[in-house]
């Protein structure tokens, strides 16, 4: 049975730092897209930021290039987004997305195969 479980959301200060975790089973995650997606309350799921299943290259989206990380362990089957120097705007509800087939830099939700049941991520003062 496939799934992806998330954890490491909570409350973050502006300026702060906040490490998500993501673990899968069912399925390894080096044969696979692996990423984040996040989704504001009135807003629509929006890609954050992945590792392609194909050669391991990673894309972020403009408005967190340079303050997130996304990482892969391998062993541990897991899948990391460290945040650093969040943002009030970055507050979301994150889920971890999974899939055999290409959806990093697609921004397309629908590509998806495999969705964790999201952690909450609240950047406040």
């Known amino acids: 049975q496939v799934q992806l479980v998330e954890s490491g959301g909570g409350l973050v200060q502006p300026g702060g730092s906040l490490r998500l975790s993501c673990v899968a089973s069912?399925?390894?995650?080096?044969?696979?897209?692996i990423g984040w997606f996040r989704q504001a309350p009135g807003k629509e799921r929006e890609e954050v930021s992945c590792i392609s299943g194909t050669d391991g290259s990673t894309y972020y989206a403009d408005s967190v290039k340079g303050r997130f990380t996304i990482s892969r362990d391998n062993a541990k089957n897991t899948v990391y987004l460290q945040m650093n120097s969040p943002k009030p705007e970055d507050t979301a509800v994150y889920y971890c997305?999974?899939?055999?087939?290409?959806?990093?830099?697609?921004?397309?939700?629908?590509?998806?195969?495999?969705w964790g049941q999201g952690t909450l991520v609240t950047v406040s003062p």
């Open positions: 069912g399925f390894t995650l080096d044969s696979h897209t």
């Open positions: 997305a999974g899939s055999l087939g290409p959806f990093c830099g697609l921004g397309t939700p629908s590509l998806v195969g495999y």
